[in-house]
């Protein structure tokens, strides 16, 4: 079956501009997770769904990040007012269930490049 | 809180020596241990994880892992390397006392010479 999509896969913005990530999850997975890869450092999380719901939030950045799924499944990763050090690789994973030994399956990224 | 620590941002070995990838992890309670793969311009893919049972866990591509709790480490072995394993890889690791939340180490970039 058809694996974990990000669109786009890149995105060049300028300082300022809001820039709107998307990501498809496997059909089926209720789990859904957001992570940022900075250049030279590992993954950071940011957020992640039960079903349509996000009970942890605290890896959000600042107020400016902000992320919603709808029905269960696409998941969309909205960030205002970019910075340039926003700038970095967003990751999207999915997983079946959201215990702590689920495999998650990651998407290619969105590589976000603030000017 | 959890912590991971992945010992050596960037290792080299000569095609068919052994593969040996650090990773400590810091938790009060033994949590969940993952070893992550990501080759050029992929996503990141498991290579095998540790939740319970025994303690040598074997994955994908021939790599091993195995869980020491008295030196609260999970390294990633191989015994024999191949040009394909070059890529970066990620230990993580996950709570085993409910709720969730992933924590990655920086990666270790693993280099195959021929």
């Known amino acids: 079956g058809a694996g974990v999509s990000q669109s786009p896969s890149n995105k060049v913005t300028e300082k300022g501009k809001d820039v709107e990530l998307r990501c498809d999850p496997i059909?089926?997975?209720?789990?859904l997770y957001w992570y940022r890869q900075s250049l030279g450092q590992g993954l950071e999380f940011l957020i992640y769904?039960?079903?349509?719901?996000?009970?942890?939030k605290s890896g959000l950045p600042s107020d400016r990040f902000s992320a919603e799924r709808t029905g269960g499944s696409v998941s969309t990763l909205t960030i205002q007012r970019t910075q340039q050090e926003d700038s970095a690789v967003y990751l999207c994973a999915s997983s079946l269930d959201y215990l702590s030994t689920d495999t998650q399956y990651f998407g290619p990224g969105t590589r976000l490049t603030v000017l | 809180a959890q912590s991971v620590t992945q010992l050596g941002s960037h290792v080299s070995v000569s095609e068919g020596a052994l593969v040996l990838l650090r990773c400590n992890y810091s938790?009060?309670?033994?949590?969940?241990l993952f070893w992550y793969v990501q080759y050029p311009n992929q996503g990141l893919q498991l290579l095998l994880k540790y939740t319970t049972g025994a303690t040598l866990v074997k994955g994908i591509n021939g790599f091993e892992a195995e869980f020491k709790k008295s030196e609260t480490s999970f390294h990633l072995t191989k015994p024999s390397a191949h040009m394909s394993d070059a890529a970066e890889y990620f230990c993580?690791?996950?709570?085993?006392?409910?709720?969730?939340?992933?924590?990655f180490g920086a990666g270790t970039r693993l280099f195959v010479k021929a």
């Open positions: 938790s009060s309670v033994p949590p969940y």
């Open positions: 769904f039960q079903g349509n719901s996000a009970p942890d």
């Open positions: 993580a690791v996950s709570p085993n006392t409910g709720g969730f939340k992933t924590i």
């Open positions: 059909s089926g997975h209720t789990a």
